[in-house]
């Protein structure tokens, strides 16, 4: 028998990147928020520059439910599963993976809002990818931009703008769409080895910058610097000047006294009353179930236990799953292009052995629509990055580039004369959502409570095979401008469980095509919020965080101003 708590009036489920922004501006408008997390708090003192223990081990995570329900993932339907992953990326923790994410802030381009009509406009809608379900976003760039703007300033953001207001900055982004005015920090500074790379393609014509990252390249808000150390990719920082929700958002509005957090509180459904409104959520918490009955759901843990939860939560008004009598939960899912890489071999040290993930430099002029594609067979691009970051085991996993064995005294000789003298570019590119790439319950593998895992059943089509070419050859040109004498190509690989997933839970106006409406509230159960990048349609050239947060603070502030009709 489950225990009934006290009622409250917005319930959050999970506090992550999305769920640990939504909080502060509920608690700020005097929303009571009882905030389910199904991890601990972890401190500073938790997060060791340790490879072994972060990277390989896939430490640091207060409790290990991610890991116990990671997807199962096939190419298509009927087609064999692709071997399972043990370690899931995604951090359970109180700020989720912010705690041990990389920390790339970035906005949305203009043309990401607004794939379908743009492409039709500039090259004919016969280069809209078959079988692609991309649809236009229900809003632009200038609705998100107040919010982004908003996030940035509240969880602590470092770059150089390109564009405020109209007027271009060549330090920053040329490309960028107009901001209201530019970062709350300068960027984080650049190091040999990335001055080398911007000079390269300022000699090439192209426009490099520093990209925004959520580290504090000065003090704020009271918390330190970054220190440069490294270490920062999967691992959380012991200064805490990576801005994780769990170090900004979530403090704050703990401040108002009006959230409750609850750890290791494993959500395992969401209830209806008999008028098909979310009536609350149950848990479980130390063996115990418990009912946490709420005016408002907001579901924030990310994309694929979105999906799981609401497939999992069926009842006779919604047989198929909650919000799902329109079959779109799962639907329109994808997984960002962004494993498919170039490396490159210098002939001299790249003094590369210190600096963050974060730390720099981009080019974007082959993203998105920045070029004409009229005289080619793709729509979309990708964000060129390399940065600052060595580990030593890392560094000892690097390739040969042919000119070595894989094994023995040679090959130990290669990597010691080697190992500080190649880099590998982080590639993102735009990836299309298609009809035939879904989300569902896997019919045979449980997770440990004996619920089926979510199962992934996804591909790149040709559109994302194309891109993928291009961006490398991109990349090899730009390496080789800056004096690389080898460059390699890493596979495209298949869209398996990932950091970048996207879909599922689909934003937009029409509730046939659609799970969420415009704010980020569900078509078919009106007090029940999605947030995260399920609701997202489309996934750009760069990381979604700061975009999951300016929506999930959009959709938190348009609760607070509609709260009659939505809590009603
Ligand atoms: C190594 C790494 C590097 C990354 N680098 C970047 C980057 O540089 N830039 C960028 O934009 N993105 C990056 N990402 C991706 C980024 O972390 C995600 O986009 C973001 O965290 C997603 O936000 P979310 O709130 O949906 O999920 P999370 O931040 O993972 O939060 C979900 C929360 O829900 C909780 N939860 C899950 N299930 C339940 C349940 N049933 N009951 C209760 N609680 C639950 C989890 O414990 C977790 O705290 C990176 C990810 C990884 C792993
Ligand atoms: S490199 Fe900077 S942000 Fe990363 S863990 Fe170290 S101090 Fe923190």
């Known amino acids: 028998m489950a225990t009934e708590l006290p009622g409250t009036d917005v319930v959050v489920v999970g506090l992550g990147a999305a769920g640990g922004v939504a909080v502060l501006p509920l608690a700020d408008a005097g929303v009571n928020v009882v905030g389910l997390e199904a991890g601990t708090w972890l401190s500073p003192a938790d997060f060791a520059p340790d490879e072994l223990r972060n990277n390989v081990r896939g430490w640091p995570h207060s409790v ?13 339907t009927g087609a064999p599963y692709s071997p399972r992953p043990a370690i899931h990326p995604m951090m359970n923790a109180v700020g989720g993976t912010t705690l041990h994410y990389w920390a790339q802030s970035w906005r949305l381009s203009p043309w990401d809002f607004a794939v379908v009509s743009r492409t039709r406009q500039r090259y004919g809608s016969s280069r809209l990818p078959p079988g692609s379900t991309v649809e236009d976003w229900p809003f632009g760039l200038d609705e998100l931009e107040p919010y982004y703007d908003r996030v940035e300033v509240e969880l602590g953001v470092s770059g150089q703008a390109g564009n405020v207001r109209g007027a271009i900055d060549r330090r920053g982004n040329i ?8 970062y709350p920090m300068p960027p984080l500074r650049g190091t040999g080895f990335t001055d080398m790379m911007a000079t390269a393609a300022r000699g090439l014509g192209w426009h490099p910058f520093p990209g925004p990252a959520a580290i504090n390249s000065g003090r704020y808000q009271n918390r330190s610097a970054c220190v440069y150390h490294g270490y920062c990719a999967r691992g959380g920082c012991h200064v805490s000047a990576k801005g994780s929700t769990a170090v900004t958002t979530i403090p704050k509005a703990q401040r108002s006294k009006r959230l409750t957090v609850v750890t290791e509180a494993h959500v395992t459904a969401i209830d209806i009353d008999r008028n098909g409104r979310a009536s ?32 999992l939560s069926t009842s ?27 490396s490159a071999l210098f002939p001299r040290d790249l003094n590369a052995w210190y600096g963050l993930p974060a730390q720099g430099v981009a080019v974007d002029n082959w993203a998105d629509d920045h070029f004409d594609h009229t005289g080619l067979d793709f729509i979309g691009g990708g964000n060129l990055w390399v940065y600052s970051d060595r580990r030593p085991i890392a560094a ?20 010691r004369e080697n190992a500080d003298r190649w880099n590998t ?29 979510c ?106 101003e509609q709260w009659r009709s939505i809590a009603a």
């Open 64 to 76: 290990q439910k991610a890991n116990r329900e990671v997807p199962t993932h096939r190419p298509a």
């Open 175 to 182: 490309f960028e769409g107009s901001r209201a005015r530019g």
């Open 280 to 311: 609350g959520v149950r848990y479980l918490k130390g063996g115990t179930e418990y009912v946490q009955p709420a005016r408002v759901v907001l579901l924030a843990s990310y994309v694929y236990e979105n999906v799981r939860l609401l497939l």
């Open 316 to 342: 006779a008004a919604f047989p198929k799953g909650l919000s799902n009598n329109h079959g779109q939960v799962g639907r329109h899912y994808f997984s960002h292009n962004q494993v498919s890489t170039v």
């Open 396 to 415: 000892a996993g690097m390739s040969t580039f042919g000119r070595s064995p894989r094994w023995g005294a040679q090959w130990k000789a290669f990597v």
């Open 425 to 453: 570019a982080y590639l993102q590119k735009t990836t299309l959502p298609y009809e035939e790439n879904y989300l569902d319950l896997d019919p045979s593998v449980r997770d440990p409570l004996g619920f089926p895992v």
């Open 455 to 560: 199962r992934i059943t996804a591909d790149y089509k040709e559109n994302e095979r194309k891109v993928t070419a291009f961006i490398q050859d991109k990349m090899a040109e730009w390496y080789r401008a800056a004096g690389a004498i080898e460059t390699e190509r890493s596979p495209l690989g298949t869209m398996g469980p990932t950091t970048h997933a996207y879909g599922g839970t689909r934003m937009g106006d029409n509730p046939e095509t659609n799970v969420v409406n415009r704010w980020g509230f569900s078509h078919e159960v009106p007090n029940l919020g999605i947030l995260g990048a399920s609701v997202m349609g489309t996934s750009g050239s760069r990381n979604p965080t700061l975009t999951v947060q300016a929506l999930a603070w959009r959709t938190a502030r348009h609760l607070t």
